[in-house]
């Protein structure tokens, strides 16, 4: 069973080798114009240079340390306000109007509000990453309060348990599973977000370092750039992965 | 079901009311704030000039283009892998690749191969909407009854003959599922393509008004493509409960 996965994962690379050289074969022959897209070996080249030597690896640090904090501050306050609101079907009954226009408005929209009050600041991108990663983990937060077996609730009453050990003891463990899939959402909204932030407002990050570089038309440079933002969010998705795997053990 | 909704009424329109005193009682004369009358003035003009609807034409050209290249792509190519667990296998190191790249970190190389337009905007959107077409099809393909393939097998149907008449139908309901969530996100993208860097759309209108101190003008349009957003949901909604029947849960996700 497991040689047979370690053999398609080969086959799988395999594939994947095939196209990158067929990529290098478009290029070398002038199929596609190397202005657009660079071969695969200038690409390697650029991503080598700009994480030993140049200013790629220093980009990448702002970009994820950004992400973080922004994605941090979101899930908490995400957990937080969607507990309150969870807490209470009439509590429910009376957001629901704010979220259910907030749920599908484009996050990205509120740059320009944003530039507008904060300016081009360290504080607006940080500011629209919380706001934008924080609904994905409130909504999710609220649906796993609003989704508690009832039962468990009658308990808590039979038991004279307060409000906060309720909240403590039955509905924050029955809502781990959906955090942690609102955590992960938040988590690529935080990515995109940051992105955006960093291209509008030129602060150091991969962002400004991709948009200037198809401004000087490097394609190399910029695709190495774009690499390093996919290896950002894989990284990501896995290490949520293995904290979810964890996490939920007691579940399987 | 109608008091909820007035229930979830009371607050939005609280909010509005005490923007509206204030700032009336500090006479608001501000470059970053309007008065929620203002910005309704100034909404209600750029609608009635046709702006405002031009935009939003611009905006949603892209972002269906993208999102019926994209989506239909991504569909055909989740039926296919979902059908062959063989062509699946071989291309999973690809697919998981390319999977995890942020759409915005596609906006400088679509706009160094397509320049400003509707082109740079429609490839990111397709690129995006590619993904739920592909993995919420190929999910549903791989939940298809396994007695239907042996239908398929004793009727010694062809491939064709076998998608249309087997596997569509089978995953319909949540294809389009699938297409209601990327028809959500395909709007999120073209937005955001238009707020950081492609001269067209509701997105640019918007980042022009607020570089011309039009705070007015900005949440006008910021809530106008919440206007948008919850339509766009809205429509898909109706059309799934009037083709499909019973609404199948959404699954949540970003873009």
Redesign the interface.
């Given at each position: 069973m497991i040689l047979q996965r370690l053999l398609?994962?080969a086959?799988?690379?395999a594939?994947?080798a095939a196209?990158v050289v067929i990529w290098h074969l478009v290029v070398e022959n002038g199929l596609i114009n190397r202005?657009?897209l660079p071969t695969p070996v200038s690409t390697w080249e650029a991503l080598y240079a700009g994480i030993l030597h140049g200013s790629l690896l220093g980009a990448w640090g702002e970009t994820v340390r950004r992400m973080i904090y922004g994605w941090l501050f979101a899930s908490l306050l995400g957990v937080v306000l969607g507990a309150l609101i969870g807490m209470s079907a009439q509590a429910r009954?009376?957001?629901?109007?704010?979220l259910?226009?907030?749920r599908?408005?484009?996050?990205?929209?509120?740059?320009?509000?944003a530039?507008?009050?904060l300016g081009l600041t360290e504080y607006m991108v940080l500011a629209v990453i919380a706001f934008g990663a924080v609904w994905?983990t409130l909504?999710?937060t609220v649906h796993g309060f609003a989704s508690v077996e009832p039962r468990l609730y009658e308990v808590g009453q039979s038991l004279r348990m307060s409000r906060w050990d309720v909240v403590r003891k039955i509905s924050l463990p029955n809502s781990v599973p959906d955090i942690l899939?609102?955590m992960r959402?938040?988590v690529?909204?935080a990515?995109?977000l940051t992105?955006?932030g960093e291209?509008?407002t030129g602060r150091p990050g991969?962002?400004s370092a991709?948009?200037s570089?198809?401004r000087m038309?490097q394609?190399p440079q910029?695709?190495a750039?774009?690499i390093l933002?996919?290896?950002?969010?894989?990284v990501s998705?896995i290490l949520l992965n293995l904290a979810e795997a964890r996490l939920l053990r007691w579940r399987s | 079901m109608t008091a909820?909704?007035m229930?979830?009424?009371?607050?939005?329109l609280a909010l509005i009311a005490v923007a509206e005193l204030w700032a009336r009682a500090v006479d608001l004369q501000s470059?970053?704030?309007a008065a929620p009358s203002a910005i309704f003035m100034a909404g209600a003009k750029a609608l009635a000039s046709g702006e405002m609807l031009a935009a939003t034409g611009e905006t949603l050209v892209c972002a269906l283009g993208g999102l019926a290249i994209g989506f239909v792509l991504g569909a055909f190519t989740g039926i296919l892998l979902g059908i062959f667990r063989a062509l699946d296998?071989?291309?999973?190191?690809?697919f998981?690749?390319?999977r995890?790249?942020?759409?915005?970190?596609?906006?400088?190389?679509a706009?160094?191969?397509f320049g400003f337009g509707y082109w740079t905007e429609t490839s990111i959107v397709a690129f995006t909407t590619f993904w739920p077409g592909f993995l919420l099809t190929r999910a549903a393909v791989r939940g298809v009854e396994p007695r239907l393939f042996e239908v398929v097998r004793s009727l010694e149907m062809n491939l064709p003959d076998t998608i249309r008449k087997i596997v569509v139908p089978a995953v319909l309901p949540r294809m389009f599922v699938a297409l209601r969530l990327a028809a959500?996100i395909s709007?999120?993208v073209a937005?955001?393509v238009e707020?950081?860097?492609n001269p067209v759309g509701m997105?640019a209108r918007?980042?022009s008004?607020?570089q011309a101190?039009r705070?007015d003008l900005?949440?006008a349009?910021?809530l106008w493509?919440?206007v948008v957003?919850?339509s766009?949901?809205a429509v898909m909604e109706f059309v799934q409960k009037r083709l499909l029947g019973p609404a199948v849960p959404l699954p949540?996700?970003?873009?």
């Open positions: 398609w994962l086959a799988s690379t594939v994947f196209l202005v657009f009954a009376y957001m629901s109007g704010i259910e226009f907030i599908p408005l484009p996050a990205s929209a509120v740059v320009p509000v530039i507008v009050l994905p909504l999710a899939s609102g959402i938040s690529t909204v990515l995109i992105v955006v291209m509008l991969l962002g991709i948009i570089s198809a038309f394609a910029l695709f750039g774009v933002l996919g290896i950002t969010g894989y998705s | 909820l909704d229930r979830g009424a009371v607050i939005p470059d970053s704030l296998h071989l291309s999973e190191v690809t998981e690749l390319l995890p790249i942020p759409s915005v970190a596609l906006i400088p190389v706009m160094l191969i959500g709007l999120i937005v955001t707020i950081t860097a997105g918007m980042m008004a607020s101190l705070p900005t949440f349009y910021l493509i919440g957003g919850w766009l949901n949540r996700s970003g873009a």
